[in-house]
């Protein structure tokens, strides 16, 4: 389990790409399988996970700004290793959000819980992506409840 505090708070990401998100502040791993951010699982199994990514609305005059048709992602991939992920099979979950009309300094949530099959070695990262036009940037505070990540295995195989 670990969140994004306020070190990583306003991280930025860039319009139409995905970016690998930031979580610094670790609440426990006991296996120490969660590093450089992504949970690399030890064994072969079934794992549950769960990301949320709490869109800031400040910072700079378009933060938070949504013109109509944006979408807003919070996505998992599977063993990507670059910051910006950029091979479409190795997405393995996402929540999608569109926003439907114009709207201005407003924070968005996009959540997503699943579960997947993982062999040992395999890693998963969290990545946002967005298309509004501009850079967008997450909202990191001392709690862990806004920006987080979470992953367990649920049976070994």
């Known amino acids: 389990s670990v969140y994004q505090s306020t070190s990583s708070d306003d991280e930025v ?8 998100i930031t979580f ?3 609440v426990f791993d006991n296996a120490s399988n969660y590093a ?3 949970f690399t699982a030890p064994v072969n199994g079934i794992y549950h996970f769960s990301v949320k990514l709490l869109w800031d609305n400040g910072g700079s005059d378009t933060i938070g700004d949504w013109a109509a ?3 807003l992602q919070v996505t998992l991939y599977k063993n ?3 910051g910006t992920a950029s091979v479409p099979n190795k997405k393995v979950g996402a929540d999608l959000k569109l926003i439907h ?3 201005t300094d407003t924070i968005v949530m996009n959540s997503l819980t699943i579960d997947l099959k993982l062999d040992k070695g395999d890693y998963i990262s969290a990545y946002a992506y967005h298309n509004s036009g501009h850079n967008q ?11 987080q990540f979470n992953g367990h295995l649920i049976t070994a195989l």
Do not use: C, H, K, V
């Open 80 to 82: 990507e290793s670059s």
């Open 69 to 71: 048709e944006t979408q």
């Open 36 to 38: 450089s951010n992504a």
């Open 24 to 26: 610094d502040t670790e």
């Open 13 to 20: 990401y860039p319009t139409g790409a995905f970016t690998r």
């Open 137 to 147: 940037r997450s909202y990191g505070a001392s709690e862990l409840y806004y920006t």
């Open 101 to 103: 009309a114009d709207i």
